[in-house]
């Protein structure tokens, strides 16, 4: 493209820009809507500056309020591809009620960060959250709103993703899910990047029809299959409620430890330790009033903050903290470098500060709830 075609059409990009307010207050809707796919074209054949696209995404913004939702769709479908589409357009769009505006954008835009697909999610409809899960690739923090507040179709659709990934968080939601769900439960089944702790749990909640097709499927599990369902009784540990006797015999034993005053730092430790973690879970929950599906949360989350307020509130011990933290972490394992890290976090919570943030907690009974500004700060002080 020669230096003399680029400066004539930024010439004509800022005669048109220029003459915006004219177009937008005294134009007519015909006017405006060749005036909005005039931008838009010139926009898209490229050539300008990061700062000229934004004034473009401006100038589209203010137009696209003046037309009908089909005119909008247009050009969402237009600037979806785009990948210099200006972001405040693109946000824009991605947040219209209509879905058919909203939903090639939420496709298929690379302009929307991880932040504004997860405000989507917690904001919008479920229709809104089915687009999303169709995008080539999603992260763990948009899939976890997903599984967590999106339908059958959702769910549905954000499993059959490859591209999208899951912290162990969202896939044992999805193992909850799956019950009475055939679709989904083979759809988990068929992923390849399902933990085999997370597999194991939807073995053993899966109906013999699932099974018997993955295992016509997924031949390089087939041996897992069968190993899981023989072992059910003895190993395997329910995340999203029981699924075998042992589940019962651990509450029914940690519940008579503490109605006893027997459920300690001692305990939990020996619990930790032995990689029991139906013990565990059920304990600290009754330690601090919080849910079991909070504490689990709390003990798989790999930001691992949950875990370390819960157990400095507990006053336990570095000791006891790092066998929970081993407890939860992938293969039981923490890098040597992680681990120190968490230590000297551990050391500087303060006690107080994390007792309040529990009873912050206590009083939601979610555990989900953002903390207050000024008591997140005050917790390393």
């Not at 990009?13 to 909005?36: H, I, M, N, Q, Y």
């Not at 490229?46 to 203010?62: L, P």
Request: include cysteine; hydrophobic fraction near 40%.
């Amino acid at each position: 493209m020669s230096l003399q075609f680029k400066t004539a059409r930024k010439t004509e990009s800022k005669s048109f820009l220029d003459d915006l307010e004219d177009a937008v207050s005294r134009g007519t809707p015909e006017s405006r809507a060749r005036a909005l796919w005039h931008t838009t074209d010139l926009m898209i054949a490229g050539g300008f500056s990061d700062d000229e696209i934004w004034t473009f995404g401006e100038v589209v913004s203010r137009l696209a309020d003046e037309i009908e939702v089909a005119a909008r769709a247009q050009l969402s479908e237009k600037l979806a591809r785009f990948d210099q589409a200006p972001v405040n357009i693109i946000h824009k769009l991605a947040f219209d009620d209509a879905i058919e505006v909203a939903g090639p954008v939420l496709r298929e835009s690379k302009q929307l960060e991880t932040y504004a697909l997860v405000a989507n999610a917690c904001t919008k409809s479920q229709e809104h959250m089915l687009s999303i899960s169709k995008r080539t690739t999603l992260e763990e923090r948009v899939t976890d709103e997903l599984v967590k507040r999106g339908d059958q179709d959702v769910v549905n659709s954000v499993a059959s993703n490859s591209g999208a990934k899951f912290s162990d968080f969202g896939f044992l939601n999805m193992v909850q899910r799956a019950e009475g769900d055939s679709i989904l439960a083979e759809q988990l089944g068929l992923r390849k990047d399902i933990p085999r702790h997370v597999f194991q749990q939807l073995i053993a909640k899966a109906t013999s029809d699932v099974k018997k097709r993955l295992e016509r499927e997924r031949p390089d599990i087939a041996r897992q299959i069968q190993s899981s369902v023989s072992d059910l009784a003895g190993e395997l540990q329910s995340k999203f409620g029981p699924v075998s006797r042992s589940h019962f015999v651990a509450k029914r034993v940690v519940t008579t430890q503490h109605r006893q005053g027997n459920l300690n730092e001692a305990s939990i430790s020996t619990y930790a330790r032995s990689h029991r973690l139906e013990e565990v879970t059920i304990g600290i929950s009754l330690l601090c009033s919080l849910p079991s599906d909070v504490i689990e949360r709390a003990l798989f989350d790999r930001n691992r903050e949950m875990i370390l307020i819960l157990c400095k509130a507990l006053n336990f011990s570095w000791d006891t903290t790092m066998a929970l933290l081993f407890l939860g972490a992938k293969d039981h394992r923490i890098t040597a470098s992680d681990l120190r890290s968490l230590e000297s976090d551990y050391g500087r919570l303060n006690i107080e500060t994390t007792r309040s943030v529990l009873a912050f907690y206590q009083s939601r009974k979610n555990g989900t709830a953002p903390l207050d500004a000024s008591m997140a700060a005050a917790l390393y002080a």
